[in-house]
């Protein structure tokens, strides 16, 4: 597609991972949404306040909507490609595998989502310690942050998980890695 001065259009991708989907929209240099898809993602729920999910599920459900709303684009016109995701925990081996965040060893189930409230006794743990840390967070750490979902790790899959990571990531940071190869923040 071109402007009416008949200069290219330059055109944006952003991707939104929400909690049972994928969505991503194409919007052109003057702000308008030029295409829209979205896929649904798979979640788990192996046990009551336990939420899981697959960053491989994920990934290729941010290359499906992505193909899809770049069809017929000059790619050479896209500038930019922006991810926003929930606060959920992934983590890889040090061969950037999944790695099972789960008793059962299910490697695919590698992420802790947002919603999940195993580490309840962790983050009432951290909280307790009333640490100067915590005024930078609220001044109370909520359980669908990272250290809480880190440290039930660390005492509950200690040999299986905590051992054997290589990263830990923050989706966006995930999705960020898989676009660029680069781990950098």
Known sequence: MQSENLQPVNYYVGLDVGTASVRAALVD??????????????????????????????????????????????ISQIRGLGFDATCSLVVLDSHFHPLAVNSEGEHKRNIIMWMDHRAANQVARINETQHNVLCFVGGVMS????????????????????????????????LSWKATG???R
């Open 29 to 74: 240099q003057f702000g308008t949404v030029v295409a829209y898809a979205d896929q649904p993602i798979q979640i788990w729920a192996p046990q009551p306040d336990y939420y899981e999910q697959s960053s491989d599920d994920i990934w290729a459900a941010c290359c499906i909507v992505t193909k899809k709303i770049t069809q017929g684009i000059d």
């Open 182 to 184: 680069a781990t950098a």
């Open 143 to 174: 359980v669908e942050m990272q250290p809480p979902k880190l440290l039930w790790m660390k005492e509950n899959l200690r040999e299986s998980c905590w051992e054997k990571a290589g990263y830990f990531f923050d989706l966006p940071d995930f």
